[in-house]
């Protein structure tokens, strides 16, 4: 297991910027791929953006593609989620979590517990 601390949430206006940040306390071979995922209130958790560490292989979903970019720093065993021209239905709790690949949750076997953000119109 890989503990995940995410910092970055907050509130902020439509079309402003957030930036997360999500600490890992060492990189496992079974965990080559680090993930952030959001979970709006009734609504499912989802994937976001995805990258291979060392690689910077990327995957972003289409609802953040051109918006949102994912970044690691190996240095720091650090990824970041950069957040631009935030829309209300950005809204959610967001979720570090790394795993050996894919979108879905059940991919993903550790998870940070999550930060806030919210987008207000």
């Known amino acids: 297991q890989v503990q995940l601390v995410e910092t970055g949430g907050g509130l902020v206006q439509a079309g402003g910027s957030l930036r997360l940040s999500c600490a890992a306390s060492r990189h496992t071979f079974s965990s080559r791929t680090m993930g952030w995922f959001r979970q709006a209130p009734g609504k499912e958790r989802e994937f976001v953006a995805s990258i291979i560490w060392g690689a910077g292989i990327t995957n972003y979903a289409n609802s953040v593609k051109g918006r949102f970019a994912i970044s690691e720093d190996n240095a720091k065993n650090a990824v970041y989620l950069q957040m631009n021209s935030l829309k209300p239905e950005d809204t959610g709790v967001y979720y570090c979590?790394?795993?050996?690949?894919?979108?879905?949750?059940?991919?993903?076997?550790?998870w940070g517990q999550g930060t806030q953000v919210t987008v207000s119109s």
């Open positions: 979590a790394a795993g050996w690949s894919g979108t879905r949750v059940t991919d993903f076997g550790s």
